[in-house]
């Protein structure tokens, strides 16, 4: 089956510096790619995704790049605030976006103010 | 739009109890929905798959029978932790996708529900 690594495990950042968050996968089936923050004891939120048959997608402050041929993806955040602070997840889907995802361990980023 | 809502958001009991969570889409139809367990500190791991009008797909590991699941309607799953123990306390989480809009629509989160068993 599909195996997500994410790194790093924890991440701090000055406000205002940029972030940047890496993620592997196994499975070359594998064409969707989410990210998902999470703060305390609170729900995943999406906040940006990616498909196979784009390289990069842009949203504001948020930046997902994609490389198929080396099955790696990144999650850049730039200009970053104290309430980026979260634990973000990278996930892995192969088929469609409402099929199972698999999750990468997790980044605690820390923005300090 | 897009709201998953799951209850109860916290459970204590004790252990030897059946506890019972459910998740439901409130403004779409989910043929499917997803039931995870996130421990502290670490990341969503999969438990199974639920599936609407059928049987659930469970992950290796994961017992059926501990962990029941019921999908008797396009906006309801349900799961039963039977007989719970300490070992089960965690968080627990659905997700569910708007199933009438096409593959490519993202799957969305419940709130969670913390379960503590003493």
């Known amino acids: 089956g599909e195996n997500v690594e994410q790194h790093p495990s924890t991440l701090s950042v000055q406000e205002g510096d940029s972030a940047v968050i890496k993620c592997t996968y196994s499975?070359?089936?594998?064409?969707?790619f989410p990210w998902y923050k999470q703060e305390l004891g609170k729900r995943p939120q999406l906040i940006i995704d990616i498909r196979s048959n784009v390289g990069e997608k842009k949203d504001q402050r948020i930046a997902v790049t994609l490389n198929k041929t080396a099955k790696h993806f990144s999650l850049h955040i730039t200009e970053t605030q104290p309430e980026d602070s979260a634990v973000y997840f990278c996930?892995?889907?192969?088929?469609?976006?409402?099929?199972?995802?698999?999750f990468g361990g997790g980044t605690r980023l820390m923005v300090k103010p | 739009g897009a709201v998953v809502s799951q209850h109860p958001s916290w459970v204590i009991c004790k252990s030897g109890t059946s506890v019972k969570i459910e998740c439901r889409s409130l403004d779409f139809q989910a043929t499917t929905m997803f039931w995870y367990r996130q421990f502290p500190k670490q990341s969503l791991m999969l438990m199974a798959t639920?599936?609407?009008?059928?049987?659930?797909?469970?992950e290796q590991g994961v017992e059926k029978d501990k962990f029941l699941i019921n999908h008797a309607s396009l906006t309801l799953s349900t799961l039963t932790v039977t007989s719970a123990h300490p070992e089960d306390s965690s968080f627990y989480i659905c997700s569910a996708r708007d199933s009438n809009r096409g593959g490519q629509q993202p799957q969305h989160f419940g709130d969670g529900t913390r379960l503590s068993i003493l």
């Open positions: 499975d070359s089936a594998s064409n969707y």
């Open positions: 639920s599936n609407e009008g059928s049987k659930a797909t469970y």
């Open positions: 996930a892995a889907s192969i088929g469609n976006a409402g099929n199972m995802l698999t």
